[in-house]
């Protein structure tokens, strides 16, 4: 069974910081790893998708690694704004698209 | 596109009541995915449709729960009788899998309360 961990649950940071958001996970069997965004109250938005051949994936001031055979993603968020304070959630795809998610990182960027 | 769409957005009930979430995947998306998110376990897979069939519904806790794909766009969820432990935000998500991948997207979610 797929175990997702994302650590540390919250991050605090100064706008301006570069960021990187972990997530590690069991099983690297996977055909796909997404990153999502969560505000309060709201469904999740997808950021990027990284398939199972490819190293990363890049998207405006974000960047998402991923590294198969050691179970691990990271998503790097540049210049980091108070805009981008949300809950990020990793969730690796095994057959048919079935994600299974972290709990998520709560960050949070102080103006 | 106007996304994955849910309704309805909050429900308040009492306990032993029926209540039915209702689900219109993006168009073309041949498969669908039902979530349900508390603060306890995070997001868990309920049950996934490809192609109006239901896959694996290995994740409906118990048979209180039941879901349906009458046709490609529209999906319903229903919990019957409810109870409060069931409190939680349920998401539809759809995507068009090829060769086992493809990106999921969200519904906002609905947010039922059982009292």
């Known amino acids: 069974k797929q175990e997702v961990t994302q650590i540390p649950a919250a991050l605090s940071v100064p706008e301006g910081e570069n960021l990187v958001l972990n997530c590690s996970f069991t099983?690297?069997?996977?055909?796909?790893l997404q990153w999502f965004r969560q505000d309060p109250g709201k469904g999740l938005t997808s950021l990027l998708l990284?398939?199972?051949?490819?190293r990363e994936q890049t998207s405006g001031r974000l960047n998402a690694s991923l590294d198969k055979s050691s179970g691990r993603s990271t998503l790097y968020i540049a210049a980091s704004q108070p805009g981008d304070s949300a809950t990020y959630l990793c969730?690796?795809?095994?057959?048919?698209?079935?994600?299974?998610f972290g709990k998520g990182i709560t960050l949070s960027v102080r103006p | 596109d106007a996304g994955v769409i849910q309704s309805p957005r909050h429900e308040v009930t009492e306990m032993g009541q029926e209540v039915t979430l209702r689900c219109k995947p993006i168009?073309?998306?041949?498969?669908l995915f039902w979530y349900r998110q508390t603060m306890m376990r995070g997001l868990e897979l309920l049950i996934y449709?490809?192609?109006?069939?239901?896959?694996?519904d290995s994740g409906m806790p118990e048979d209180r729960f039941s879901a349906k794909m009458p046709n490609a766009s529209f999906s319903t969820l229903k919990i019957q009788p409810s109870e409060p432990r069931d409190s939680a935000v349920y998401f539809c998500?759809?995507?068009?899998?090829?060769?086992?991948?493809?990106?999921?997207?969200f519904g906002e979610g609905s947010r039922l309360t059982v009292l």
């Open positions: 998500a759809s995507s068009f899998i090829l060769g086992d991948t493809g990106e999921l997207f």
């Open positions: 099983d690297s069997a996977i055909y796909n």
């Open positions: 990284i398939q199972s051949s490819q």
């Open positions: 969730a690796p795809s095994g057959a048919n698209s079935k994600l299974t």
């Open positions: 168009s073309g998306h041949n498969s």
């Open positions: 449709f490809n192609n109006n069939v239901p896959i694996d």
